[in-house]
């Protein structure tokens, strides 16, 4: 059986608190971008997925929309040379 020291224990808290943050916050401008008010489960289940590479059992993968015919997407190879 293990037992946490006390400053241990704050930074696990510490940590769990600011995924919590980052993860909500996300989840809320993509709730925003889709124009909706509400929160939603899938908001909160593409950016687990898509930021943090997090799939929770038992909700499937998160649907997302393909990109409509004729939009172009940008593509940058990242090298060490352009890397700030």
């Known amino acids: 059986n293990y037992t946490l020291e006390p400053d241990a224990e704050?930074?696990?808290l510490q940590i769990?608190?600011?995924f919590l943050d980052k993860?909500?916050?996300q989840s809320i401008r993509l709730a925003q971008h889709r124009g909706s008010q509400t929160l939603d489960v899938q908001d909160i289940q593409?950016?687990?997925a898509k930021h943090w590479g997090i799939a929770?059992?038992?909700l499937g993968l998160p649907t997302i929309?393909?990109?409509?015919p004729g939009k172009a997407t940008v593509s940058k190879t990242v090298t060490p040379s352009n890397v700030n």
């Open 10 to 12: 704050e930074q696990i």
């Open 16 to 18: 769990a608190d600011d």
């Open 23 to 25: 993860v909500t916050r």
């Open 46 to 48: 593409v950016v687990l």
């Open 56 to 58: 929770v059992p038992g």
């Open 65 to 68: 929309k393909p990109l409509k």
